[in-house]
């Protein structure tokens, strides 16, 4: 099992498969426009900038479920992180990360990466989730954590091959 085997819908609500990013290092992040931390979609877009041409991608998956700080519908969350941030990066459709209706990959991201003591549960928005070339789930990093921090990480991920073991 991996990232690979889930399907998601985009932001335009077309489906997609997961296997798409087959071979790439994925930043998987729940994301929120109106969140304290949304000042992090520039890092993110950064990151995502200065390592795409390599196999690297942040994807962001908006929710509100953390006091509703996303409220918007899909096509009002694309415009503000485009107008608001200037978000390339592929955005995908507003979903629950937490809970009975919680979308299936995030269900598979919470239980490969746990968090503070072991925590499963998502605790806010922008947790970000690092993944390398063969889909495999390999850190959990907080809503605080500045994703600049996380760069040394991808690099390491990005080097590698895809089948060799990772220490991240």
Same mark, same amino acid.
């Given at each position: 099992? !991996?990232? $690979?085997?889930?399907?998601?819908?985009? #932001?335009?609500?077309?489906?997609? !498969?997961?296997?798409?990013?087959?071979?790439?290092?994925?930043?998987?992040?729940?994301?929120?426009?109106?969140?304290?931390?949304?000042?992090?979609?520039?890092?993110?877009?950064?990151?995502?900038?200065?390592?795409?041409?390599?196999?690297?991608?942040?994807?962001?998956? *908006?929710?509100?479920?953390?006091?509703?700080?996303?409220?918007?519908?899909?096509?009002? %969350?694309?415009?503000?992180?485009?107008?608001?941030?200037?978000? !390339?990066?592929?955005?995908?459709?507003?979903?629950?990360?937490?809970? *009975?209706?919680?979308?299936?990959?995030?269900? $598979?991201?919470?239980?490969?990466?746990?968090?503070?003591?072991?925590?499963?549960? #998502?605790?806010?928005?922008?947790?970000?989730?690092?993944?390398?070339?063969?889909?495999?789930? %390999?850190?959990?990093?907080?809503?605080?954590?500045? *994703?600049?921090? %996380?760069?040394?990480?991808?690099?390491?991920?990005?080097?590698?091959?895809?089948? !060799?073991?990772?220490?991240?």
């Amino acid at each position: 099992m !991996s990232v $690979y085997n889930f399907q998601v819908e985009t #932001i335009k609500g077309e489906k997609q !498969s997961m296997s798409e990013y087959q071979g790439d290092v994925l930043l998987i992040v729940n994301t929120a426009t109106k969140c304290g931390f949304a000042r992090q979609f520039e890092s993110l877009q950064e990151l995502h900038d200065r390592y795409k041409d390599r196999g690297f991608a942040v994807l962001g998956f *908006p929710c509100g479920q953390f006091a509703n700080q996303e409220p918007g519908h899909d096509a009002e %969350i694309e415009q503000a992180c485009q107008l608001n941030f200037g978000v !390339s990066f592929p955005l995908f459709s507003k979903i629950d990360v937490k809970g *009975p209706q919680a979308d299936p990959l995030f269900e $598979y991201l919470t239980n490969e990466a746990r968090g503070i003591l072991g925590s499963k549960a #998502i605790k806010w928005n922008f947790t970000k989730f690092l993944v390398d070339r063969s889909g495999k789930v %390999i850190r959990r990093f907080a809503p605080a954590d500045d *994703p600049a921090r %996380i760069a040394p990480h991808i690099e390491k991920l990005l080097e590698q091959r895809p089948g !060799s073991p990772v220490h991240s």
